[in-house]
């Protein structure tokens, strides 16, 4: 079955940098576009990049300059590079393919705060 599990998330300072990665299953990882979304408490979850097939990328106003995307499809994992980060940042983040939006993981908890 379609499986999503996120890891890297933790406390940082502002200004700091994280790098998130999810191992995705269950589907064929290659021929699908990856996206990478965050809940932060009390808002809506929101899309902040997506990468694909092809490995062209978009990203969210507010993360464009800071965090990158990236894949491995021989290792069916997508990842998520996070530089100077802010605490508005602080969210739970979750990857998924954006044609699925199924089966969504425990996703990881970024913490930005001094």
């Known amino acids: 079955q379609v499986q999503f599990v996120e890891s890297g998330g933790g406390l940082v300072q502002p200004g700091g940098s994280l790098r998130l990665s999810c191992a995705a299953s269950?589907?064929?990882?290659?021929?699908?576009?990856m996206s990478w979304y965050r809940q932060a408490p009390g808002k809506e979850r929101e899309l902040v990049a997506t990468?694909?097939?092809?490995?062209?990328?978009n990203y969210a106003d507010s993360v464009k300059g800071r965090f990158t995307i990236s894949r491995d499809n021989a290792k069916n994992t997508v990842y998520l590079q996070m530089n100077s980060l802010k605490p508005e940042d602080t969210a739970v983040y979750y990857c998924?393919?954006?044609?699925?939006?199924?089966?969504w993981g425990q996703g990881t908890q970024v913490t930005v705060s001094s």
């Open positions: 269950g589907f064929g990882f290659i021929y699908y576009a």
């Open positions: 998924n393919a954006p044609s699925l939006l199924i089966a």
């Open positions: 990468i694909r097939p092809s490995g062209s990328t």
